[in-house]
């Protein structure tokens, strides 16, 4: 007689020790440091990754979801991607802008056309009005959406504050147009040299259009208050702007400029380049790491920096303006004293200044590059309205930090409240919930040290206007985007699947799946990720 | 069969008996599922004979057989003669423990080799008698606590330093002997196809910690066998014919306390001026070996860092499941 068994003869699969578990792992994608800070909300690990395979126009499609400048912003962004990058913590953070503006470069260069989305054409009208980085964005997520956009500047030609503010040597002239015509090309229509309450009224634009996005930048400088001459004296954004339009002014041999933030900067190097001796008054302190304690340190990236000081521009740190010194109407120079507070006690930007501490500089030329402010005039009724009437405020104007990149970011957002509010059917966009990864979660033994590939600084005589900094070769753009940890990303690397003890991790054509059926849960996976896709979950 | 994967064979499969996070279980399916199902494998008795095959369920989808503890080899060296007068070049391949290498199997280990069979021995070395409940076994390193090498007033753990076995084994003019470990995938799959690619007796020592003797979390059985070669206790080595003739070089010495640290076989060390006497030993025994076989400074293809990286797509696998197998 056979003895009764407890188990069939056969194959152990039969038996599934995927009971004996007490916890489970799962893979699970987060949100890389790099897209999180990034105020275009570009998902700059997935561009990286393709970019890393050489899926160059792919790359750039994904990248320009978010953001259609990468040629442009991949040069002047202050890149707080870099700065939150994890491989700082391995060996040096990833070059995250050189790879964008190469992917814009290429752009350019095989002139490749951005595709609508959607194909079926909408009835509702948007009005955009202003040309610069907030007004086009928005502009280009409607249009690739199938909206007719209109959008009006008051300049002859667009870019906003892209054109007039940004120097020559950081942002070539043809760079800007040639992505902004990409932009155009998908059909929005551009009125310039149309000022909204001038050549067309804000009634009109109510009745012509479904919804407005005011985008109109910061246009009138903070002018100095302390003189009653405005002789030899200039506001930044004015120099700025007449150097753009072509003018070549003749400067003073001594130049002060008097501000801590990117303008004072531009317009320091801009200067020089007109042959005068510069000095930066900043009431800030140098930055040093991050760009979020405001306070006290200059809103400016320190790579510009150093720059602007390579060049010979001359810094002061934490000085003040007391009173211009003239000789009759001359301006001889300035009597400065240190900086005892940035901000007055209502959080205005005010310095006080210690006394006791004054000294002087001798300049035949100041200028102020003490911030902007908004230029309302001729659309006062369209700026109370609220957002009820359909009409949306963005950009430098809306208030947010005065980053370019930033702007791009809000002409997004206004793009999709557009587009919720018109009820357009792929509204509502909910944003996917994506857990946060730190470099804590990361295995970086996994990650060989590996150098940073930088773009080449051209020297050239300081006069002219040319590029300053070279873009990188394709395969070194390639090496860099391998350079990627990939945080939180899987990346197909076969750890998990080799190290399961028990075969229950399937490889699928792209990716893994666990078999529950046999997972013990031992976590070797989760231990032996190296960039913390897998998580740890406890079974109750 | 299990054909859920069409990215590899899993020789060894799901289901089986292994404690959650064995290492010899992941050894043993890494290094079957480079031969592939087209072998005969012979099981030694120990831990991977017994999960693998328990209550008349087998977890092998190749050709497998076990007969008693010490006559693996003895059991090969049968299978192969009659393969070859049968005309075939059908891989033949023993797996055993490091008890049935070192110690039970060692005497017909040694008769394979000396007459020369065409065989892959491969040991999955967790130093120590797991599978009957952590007794000592000459594999076992010095200084370890295991059921019969307790500590206490006499002893600090086993007093008897790890048998040498691969000098051992390459002492018989042997073509082929190596060691590897978990950690480092693309250096085990280097040796196992150079073993197969050589004629006559191979032998493979593959180190594969064992959570429960070696009482460590279970999470951690490959960054435990990676601080094991880091450290320099367990070379990874080749020799042909005796010679030395390759290392993986280590990129970075570490120190032997962050290998014996999360093990709970070596907790008795740390805390008394004994235990830390034997730390120092140990810390010696890991030095001499680096110096034995200059593991600091080889000239090598790679080295512990570079062996390890992590690469999108990964760094190769296994020879993968006909479209038309998987369909039938």
Request: with cysteine; hydrophobic share 40%.
């Amino acid at each position: 007689m056979t003895p009764e068994l407890a188990f069939e003869p056969g194959s152990s699969t039969a038996y599934h020790t995927g009971e004996w578990r007490i916890a489970k792992p799962l893979y699970r994608d987060k949100w890389p440091p790099c897209g999180q800070s990034c105020p275009a909300s570009e998902d700059i690990q997935g561009w990286l990754a393709l970019a890393s395979e050489q899926q160059w126009e792919t790359a750039w499609r994904k990248l320009t979801e978010r953001n259609p400048f990468p040629a442009t912003m991949g040069r002047i962004c202050y890149h707080p991607c870099e700065q939150a990058c994890n491989r700082g913590h391995l060996d040096s953070v990833v070059n995250i802008h050189a790879v964008e503006r190469h992917l814009g470069d290429l752009a350019i260069a095989n002139r490749w056309r951005h595709a609508p989305l959607d194909e079926l054409p909408k009835r509702q009208r948007i009005a955009v009005v202003g040309a610069g980085p907030a007004g086009l964005s928005c502009a280009f997520q409607l249009v690739r959406r199938g909206y007719p956009v209109t959008v009006f500047d008051a300049q002859k030609e667009p870019g906003g504050t892209l054109r007039s503010g940004i120097p020559a040597y950081r942002l070539p002239k043809a760079v800007l147009a040639d992505e902004i015509d990409a932009i155009l090309a998908l059909g929005i229509e551009l009125q310039a040299g149309t000022r909204v309450g001038r050549e067309i009224s804000e009634e009109e634009l109510r009745d012509r259009f479904d919804a407005i996005f005011l985008a109109i930048g910061t246009q009138r400088p903070r002018r100095y208050q302390g003189d009653a001459s405005s002789h030899s004296v200039m506001s930044g954004l004015d120099f700025l702007h007449r150097l753009n339009r072509g003018e070549r002014m003749v400067l003073p041999s001594r130049v002060a400029v008097i501000g801590g933030g990117n303008t004072a900067i531009d317009v320091a190097r801009c200067a020089r380049r007109l042959g005068a001796q510069v000095t930066i008054l900043s009431p800030q302190d140098p930055p040093v790491n991050h760009l979020t304690r405001r306070g006290t340190e200059m809103p400016v990236s320190s790579q510009e920096l150093m720059e602007a000081e390579s060049e010979g521009v001359e810094l002061l740190y934490r000085v003040g303006v007391r009173r211009l010194v003239r000789s009759g109407e001359h301006l001889s120079g300035i009597e400065i004293a240190h900086v005892d507070q940035v901000h007055d006690r209502h959080g205005r930007f005010n310095p006080v200044l210690f006394d006791g501490t004054e000294a002087f500089v001798p300049a035949g030329l100041a200028i102020f590059a003490i911030g902007q402010q908004v230029e309302w005039q001729g659309l006062e009724g369209l700026s109370q309205a609220p957002e009820s009437e359909r009409v949306w405020i963005g950009g430098d104007a809306g208030g947010s930090p005065r980053f370019a990149v930033a702007a791009v970011g809000s002409g997004y957002q206004a793009a999709m409240s557009i587009l919720t509010a018109l009820q357009d059917p792929a509204a509502p966009f909910a944003a996917e919930e994506k857990p946060h990864i730190s470099f804590k979660q990361m295995h970086l033994e996994y990650y060989p040290a590996r150098p940073r590939h930088e773009g080449r600084v051209i020297a050239q005589p300081l006069d002219g206007f040319d590029e300053t900094v070279q873009g990188l070769a394709e395969s070194d753009a390639r090496q860099e985007a391998e350079r990627c940890l990939s945080c939180g990303v899987c990346f197909q690397c076969d750890n998990c699947w080799h190290f399961c003890p028990d075969a229950a991790v399937i490889k699928k054509g792209a990716g893994y799946e666990i078999d529950y059926d046999y997972c013990k849960g031992c976590g070797i996976c989760v231990q032996e990720c190296p960039c913390g896709h897998i998580d740890m979950e406890k079974v109750e | 069969m299990d054909k859920r994967d069409p990215f590899r064979h899993n020789v060894l499969t799901s289901g089986h008996r292994a404690c959650s996070g064995c290492g010899e279980a992941m050894a043993a399916r890494m290094v079957c599922d480079l031969i592939g199902p087209d072998a005969i494998y012979i099981n030694a008795t120990g831990c991977l004979q017994v999960f693998t095959t328990h209550n008349q369920q087998s977890a092998w989808q190749a050709p497998w057989i076990h007969s008693v503890f010490a006559n693996a080899a003895a059991v090969a060296s049968g299978v192969e003669a009659a393969l070859r007068v049968r005309g075939k070049d059908t891989p033949v391949v023993v797996q055993a423990g490091d008890g049935g290498t070192f110690d039970i199997g060692l005497q017909c280990l040694s008769g394979m080799i000396e007459r020369g069979h065409d065989v892959l021995f491969v040991c999955y070395d967790n130093e120590a008698y797991m599978n009957t409940g952590v007794q000592r076994s000459s594999s076992t390193p010095h200084a370890v606590h295991t059921t019969t090498s307790p500590p206490g007033r006499l002893s600090q753990g086993k007093h008897h330093l790890k048998k040498d076995v691969i000098s051992i084994v390459a002492a018989h003019y042997m073509p082929y002997a190596a060691t590897a470990t978990i950690a480092y995938f693309p250096d085990l799959k280097a040796k196992v196809e150079k073993a197969m690619g050589i004629k006559g007796p191979r032998f493979l020592q593959v180190l594969s910690p064992c959570p429960l003797g070696w009482a460590h979390d279970s999470a951690l059985t490959v960054t435990v066998s990676r601080l094991a070669v880091e450290t320099g206790l367990f070379p990874l080595i080749e020799l042909e014919h005796g010679e030395l003739t390759g290392v993986m070089r280590l990129a970075e010495q570490k120190p032997v306390e962050e290998y014996l640290r999360p093990q709970g076989r070596f907790r008795h060390l740390f805390g008394n001026g004994e235990g830390a006497a034997e730390l120092r030993h140990l810390q010696a025994l890991a030095d001499a070996r680096i110096c034995r076989y200059g593991l600091l400074d080889a000239a090598t293809e790679w080295d512990t860092q570079s062996a390890m990286q992590s690469m999108r797509h990964g760094r190769g696998g296994y020879v993968p499941v006909l479209q038309e197998e998987m369909e039938k």
